[in-house]
């Protein structure tokens, strides 16, 4: 199995910007594919950004397209998500999230899921 750690949330102004972590151990991180979900109150949960085992993304959720940017470190069993001029609609709850598939967008095609860090944006 694989265990996924998010980190890297907070409070932080409009305009402003985090970098969100997860840590991962378990089986091979560089044989999955990586996803940054967030799920607002009420609203359904929609993947944010997601990369491939090699390195290269693979989407971008049209709201935050310019403004985050999804990498990894396979080295250090790692992926981030850094997230530059926030707004309140970005104020949600984000997952990290392991899938096996080179392309995944859909929640249903991820496997493991970190704990999940709050992301609020005040104005």
């Known amino acids: 199995q694989v265990q996924l750690v998010e980190s890297g949330g907070g409070l932080v102004q409009a305009g402003g910007s985090l970098k969100l972590s997860c840590a991962t151990s378990?089986?091979?991180?560089?044989?999955?594919?990586m996803g940054w979900f967030r799920q607002a109150p009420g609203k359904e949960r929609e993947c944010v950004a997601a990369i491939a085992w090699t390195g290269a993304p693979t989407h971008y959720a049209d709201s935050v397209k310019g403004r985050f940017a999804i990498s990894r470190d396979n080295a250090k069993n790692t992926v981030s998500l850094q997230m530059n001029s926030l707004n309140a609609e970005d104020t949600a709850v984000y997952y990290c999230?392991?899938?096996?598939?080179?392309?995944?967008?859909?929640?249903?095609?991820?496997?493991?899921w970190g704990q999940g860090t709050q992301v609020t944006v005040s104005s």
């Open positions: 999230a392991a899938s096996t598939y080179y392309r995944a967008s859909s929640s249903s095609q991820y496997d493991y």
């Open positions: 378990g089986r091979t991180f560089s044989t999955y594919s």
